[in-house]
């Protein structure tokens, strides 16, 4: 629901509700566009979910369920490609219906499932937008850098501070600019010496339709084994990603296109040594709708870390991979 220019300021009211089998979402936010005198758009929210994160392998079963819910002030400057915005807030995060058995088996401190761990968070993000295309780019760069502080207002968990940095270039490869190359490159950090207090949704993560095609998604290594299941493999995330998805565009028919894809990186939990750097190889097909490209990816890894891994990954989504 959106009502527009509620206190004739240009302002609004949005509320969203989302509820799904496996995921609640509710946002109250009141948007303005100026902060006092200076052109900053304002956003002022309250906000609450509660989501499920699946196991992959395991139809109708949890790894953990995850509660948030606080409230949040963001300034947002924007000027032709460039925006810069900083959003602080509190938030409280819970993390609980994962036995002492799994936590550990993901690197989670057992003592803090079940607690609600609240924060000071600070999110600056920096965009770098001069593409000729939102929607389907063919030429141009895009950079972002995000971080992300958050201090815990509970002795049970150190705070940490994130940072991420993306970079997408589009390169014409003909005079038509009908056979595109694209790249997006990927690396970041979170600085926090103990990494079993890091909440499992602030980790990094690789795997799925717009990172690792040919991994599930939050799939890639590293995972482990859950106890007692043949091929249900657990997500652990790393503090520190680097990653790389290489793209060329062509024609196909009329609406159609295709591309050819290789996509790699690697997830550091703990130590580099303890960690591989892994790819994958496919194909895909874009059909343009007046809302953006249907996209259906197929990828192959380029090797199993474990047995129990499938051999590829297939994607059917709307929107371009980056």
């Not at 509320?15 to 089998?21: E, S, T």
């Not at 057992?110 to 761990?117: A, E, F, K, N, S």
């Not at 091929?231 to 060329?248: A, D, R, Y």
């Not at 499938?310 to 371009?320: E, M, P, S, V, Y």
Request: hydrophobic letters at 40%; charged letters at 20%.
């Amino acid at each position: 629901m959106v009502w527009k220019n509620p206190f004739n300021r240009a302002d609004r009211i949005e509320l969203a509700i989302d509820r799904a089998p496996h995921e609640n979402y509710g946002q109250l936010s009141y948007v303005m566009p100026r902060f006092f005198e200076w052109p900053l758009t304002t956003t002022t929210t309250v906000y609450m979910s509660r989501f499920d994160q699946p196991l992959v392998y395991c139809f109708k079963d949890r790894l953990y369920r995850l509660e948030q819910e606080g409230c949040s002030l963001e300034l947002e400057y924007a000027d032709n490609g460039d925006k810069f915005g900083v959003c602080c807030g509190f938030e409280a995060m819970k993390v609980y219906d994962i036995s002492r058995r799994l936590a550990e088996l993901i690197d989670f401190s057992p003592r803090l499932v079940g607690q609600r761990i609240p924060y000071f968070y600070a999110e600056p993000v920096l965009v770098k937008n001069y593409v000729d295309d939102v929607v389907n780019p063919t030429a141009g760069t895009i950079f972002t850098v995000t971080g992300k502080a958050m201090a815990s207002l509970s002795h049970k968990a150190s705070g940490f501070f994130k940072i991420l940095l993306e970079e997408s270039i589009f390169v014409p490869l003909n005079k038509t600019a009908t056979w595109i190359g694209a790249a997006h490159l990927r690396a970041g950090h979170i600085f926090n010496s103990d990494f079993e207090t890091i909440m499992p949704p602030e980790r990094f993560y690789l795997g799925g339709a717009y990172s690792l095609r040919g991994y599930d998604a939050d799939m890639a290594p590293p995972v482990d084994l859950a106890p007692g299941r043949s091929c249900c493999l657990l997500p652990i995330g790393g503090k520190t990603v680097l990653s790389g998805m290489f793209e060329i565009r062509f024609p196909l028919y009329k609406a159609l296109g295709g591309v050819f894809f290789n996509d790699c990186g690697i997830l550091v939990r703990k130590n580099w040594r303890d960690d591989h750097f892994v790819g994958a190889t496919g194909f895909g097909l874009r059909y343009a709708t007046p809302v953006g490209p249907l996209r259906f990816d197929i990828a192959w890894k380029w090797r199993r870390q474990r047995g129990e891994e499938h051999r590829f990954a297939w994607f059917l989504t709307l929107g371009q991979a980056f």
